[in-house]
């Protein structure tokens, strides 16, 4: 199975901050990669998929970018609605695997 | 709207059953495969089961081979997750969840909470 691995696992951000978090894969995955956030209590919410295109209705400050087996997902000007949990998943091989997750927490 | 809704879960002892369903409006099911993943609460998530659109294929994560068994009714626009033997390690939310032709989630249920204990 394609192994995820994504860092920080976790972080403290502020209002306006820009991130940026990193998701490697094990082998390469072409850019079956997509990028979820997920809320307390709520199902995950697809942001990012294809490495780099933005799922419709998805703030343009959220972005992605790479290819083969490193990729990250930024955010631009974080917002108070933005605090949340971060995985990353490849889509290139059965078993469609997920990265671990990335908490951003509110500094 | 397009709208996953799963039902199904509950309370179920160490070696039980039970049946998952997920009811698609919204959109036609017949055109999309579908998945379920399971998430431990405050864990990370897992893909557990697809299904192509016209049940001809599916798959399995290991550790739910051969107990576990996805099937679809396109016509009741539902999908269906059969649960047997089912261990502490099945616990979880069960999220059914659609994909795209490009291979991304796009849409998921809110999930169903499956608790197994005696």
């Known amino acids: 199975d394609v192994r995820l691995t994504q860092s920080p696992s976790s972080l403290s951000a502020s209002a306006g901050d820009r991130v940026t978090i990193t998701c490697r894969a094990s082998q390469t995955v072409g850019t079956y990669l997509n990028w979820y956030q997920q809320k307390p209590g709520k199902a995950p919410k697809l942001l990012i998929h294809?490495?780099?295109t933005l799922q419709i209705g998805v703030p343009s400050r959220f972005s992605g970018s790479g290819s083969g087996t490193d990729f990250t997902l930024t955010i631009s000007g974080l917002q108070p609605e933005d605090f949340a949990t971060f995985f990353c998943q490849q889509s290139y091989t059965s078993p469609y695997t997920f990265g671990l997750g990335t908490r951003l927490e509110i500094k | 709207e397009v709208q996953l809704v799963e039902s199904g879960g509950g309370l179920v002892q160490p070696g039980g059953s039970l049946r998952l369903s997920c009811a698609a409006s919204?959109?036609?099911?017949?055109?999309?495969?579908m998945h379920w993943v399971r998430q431990v609460p405050g864990k990370g998530l897992i893909w557990v089961s697809r299904v192509n659109t016209d049940e001809s294929f599916t798959t399995y994560a290991d550790s739910v081979k051969g107990r576990f068994t996805i099937s679809r009714d396109n016509a009741k626009n539902t999908v269906y997750m059969q649960m047997n033997s089912l261990t502490s390690e099945d616990a979880a939310v069960y999220y059914c969840?659609?994909?795209?032709?490009?291979?991304?989630?796009?849409?998921w249920g809110h999930g169903t909470l499956v608790t197994v204990s005696s």
């Open positions: 919204g959109f036609n099911l017949r055109d999309y495969w």
């Open positions: 294809s490495a780099s």
């Open positions: 969840v659609r994909e795209q032709w490009t291979r991304q989630f796009d849409v």
